[in-house]
């Protein structure tokens, strides 16, 4: 079984910076995109970065310019370094990514559990 295990997450005084992980592990033959996504008590979950395998990334327009979205494919990892953080960035950080398990099936939509993120003095 595939699983996506998240560390970083923790509490950050507005304006500091969190370096995120996550690690996908198990049965893979091929992972696609990649990426994180935050929910906030009371509002939608939300695309934050993503990043397919040759490094292209997508980011939300609210974190363009301080949040940097990365990959180690040798390593299945993906990595999210938040920079100027904001207290309306307090959130479930949470990875996501699309994976194959087996040679040539199709990939299926895989979920963390989710780190805490907390911004606040």
């Known amino acids: 079984q595939v699983q996506l295990r998240e560390s970083g997450g923790g509490l950050v005084q507005p304006g500091g910076s969190l370096s995120l992980s996550c690690a996908a592990s198990?049965?893979?033959?091929?992972?696609?995109?990649m990426g994180w996504y935050r929910q906030a008590p009371g509002k939608e979950r939300e695309l934050v970065a993503s990043i397919n395998r040759r490094g292209n990334t997508n980011y939300a327009d609210s974190v363009k310019g301080r949040f940097t979205i990365s990959r180690d494919n040798a390593q299945n990892t993906v990595f999210l370094q938040m920079n100027s953080l904001k207290p309306e960035e307090t959130a479930v950080y949470y990875c996501n990514a699309y994976i194959s398990t087996y040679y040539l099936d199709p990939a299926s939509e895989y979920w963390g559990q989710g780190t805490q993120v907390t911004v606040s003095s």
């Open positions: 198990g049965s893979i033959s091929f992972i696609g995109i």
